[in-house]
């Protein structure tokens, strides 16, 4: 069974000691209620996963890990691997991020292996993929995805374990994101690869990430195709994530 929608994750990236945290994590557990009819997560940095989990017991944000390792044990200084984040209470791994792609020159073949250590952890693996600048100003961006949605999901994938993101990387934490049309393109295309490649491919979460916030999320969410978003330093205050999953629940819903 694929996500429930929208699907809205927070990716606080390397920010958030216990204290700021603990605030934040309560006040969106304050607005999220008992239950919520589409999917709403937080990726806090792994040293919070542990107290993460207790704050939010009872409610039905899920939680989730920035990264893991390929392996599941081994002589890898500094690293992660996908069951201890397991063990410590995440559900869900961020995979191939274009921080990790960029700083710790991660290849596809590298997501591919982390996602599949994901997928064997019980972890719903979320894979990121998007174009550079120079790739978008070169016309190359779909090229771009087709290499690294073949190169990054692994062939075991399905609706219910993999959920893609698409981030141009000129749109992180820049202010500036693709026009609706550029993103309902770049989402019809990855729809028709993973309906190509995989049984389930129309039913997989694609989620659009580049600055989101408040103020563009409707507008974003209501593209086709874009069944959630992927957000970072928007993440960071509850109430303004908030107003972005609220944002992508259809009317009516
Ligand atoms: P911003 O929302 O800060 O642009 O970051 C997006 C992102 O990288 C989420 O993974």
């Known amino acids: 069974m694929s996500l429930a ?18 605030a934040r994590t309560e006040a969106l557990k304050e607005l999220a209620g008992a239950s919520l009819t589409g999917t709403l997560g937080i990726f806090p940095p792994a ?15 899920l939680l989730g890990a920035q990264d893991c390792h390929a392996k599941p044990s081994g002589a890898f200084t500094g690293d992660l691997a996908a069951p201890m984040l397991r063990e410590i209470g995440a559900t869900a791994v961020i995979v191939g991020h274009s921080e990790r792609r960029q700083y710790h020159a991660e290849g596809d073949a590298t997501v591919r292996a982390k996602a599949e250590a994901a997928l064997e952890a019980g972890l719903l693996a979320v894979i990121c993929i998007g174009e550079t600048e120079a790739e978008y100003l070169a016309g190359e961006t779909l090229d771009r995805l087709a290499t690294q949605l073949e190169g990054s999901l692994p062939d075991a994938s399905d609706a219910a374990r993999v959920v893609v993101a698409y981030e141009p990387v000129w749109a992180i934490g820049t202010g500036r994101t693709p026009t609706s049309e550029e993103i309902a393109r770049a989402h019809g295309f990855i729809r028709d690869k993973l309906k190509a490649r995989f049984a389930d491919g129309g039913a997989f979460g694609i989620l659009y990430g580049g600055s989101v916030k408040a103020e563009n999320a409707e507008e974003i969410l209501a593209v086709d195709d874009v ?18 999953y609220k944002a992508g629940i259809a009317p009516g819903a």
Do not use: H, Q
Request: glycine residues 18%; without cysteine; negative net charge.
């Open 47 to 61: 040293t919070l996963l542990d107290r993460a989990r207790g704050w939010v017991e009872g409610s039905p944000i």
């Open 5 to 22: 929608r929208p699907i809205v994750l927070g990716n606080w990236k390397m920010n958030g000691l216990a204290g700021d945290s603990a």
């Open 227 to 244: 069944d959630g978003a992927l957000v970072g330093g928007a993440s960071l205050d509850a109430e303004g994530f908030w107003a972005i």
